[in-house]
């Protein structure tokens, strides 16, 4: 019997939301940012790890307490992972009992890097153009690979779309044409 691969749902079958597993965390204090926080994932059937990236800068009121919404990018992170973690007022890494972590990378990682045997978490992967270039990126916000995250993660990346927070880009094939002749529509 011919072999028939299932039809994907995007461009390619990497498109969408996916299940993904953690194969590491990086923290980068050499750029400009209060946080840069990578998170190097492998997507179920994928030979090629990708990354996703919560970084910025907090918005401090006069008192030093943090007030924006990078804020809660770290807490749906730390959330998906089971963890009751995150940032404090001050914009430290800490537990659960305030206990400051120095190294959040190798803290995340040692807690919650994974094999290639389970996609524990679902991310949305898609296109963006960049300088006229399309690269595959991850939307950084992740979910437990359950029904309850698929509708939570369908939902979120939904609403960001209406609100113009998620540009997709594109992919268009170009068709040659001749002098004169209509461009093909895809149409017999």
Excluded: C, H
């Amino acid at each position: 019997m011919p072999f028939k691969p299932p039809k994907s749902s995007g461009i390619n079958g990497y498109l969408g939301i996916k299940p993904l597993t953690i194969i590491s965390f990086e923290e980068d204090k050499t750029k400009d940012f209060d946080v840069f926080l990578k998170v190097n994932v492998l997507q179920e059937n994928s030979k090629f790890e990708q990354n996703l990236a919560i970084l910025g800068n907090f918005e401090k009121g006069p008192d030093g307490i943090i007030l924006n919404g990078l804020v809660k990018q770290i807490n749906r992170l730390f959330e998906a992972l089971g963890d009751s973690g995150g940032i404090d007022t001050q914009g430290n890494w800490v537990t659960e009992d305030d206990t400051i972590i120095a190294d959040i990378g190798a803290y995340l990682t040692d807690k919650y890097s994974g094999g290639t045997d389970s996609y524990p978490y679902l991310a949305y992967f898609y296109k963006k153009a960049v300088k006229g270039k399309l690269y595959t990126q991850i939307y950084p916000y992740f979910v437990s690979n359950n029904d309850e995250g698929q509708k939570s993660l369908e939902g979120f990346i939904a609403f960001i779309k209406t609100k113009g927070v998620l540009k997709e880009a594109v992919e268009t094939v170009e068709i040659p044409t001749t002098p004169g002749q209509e461009p093909y529509n895809g149409q017999f």
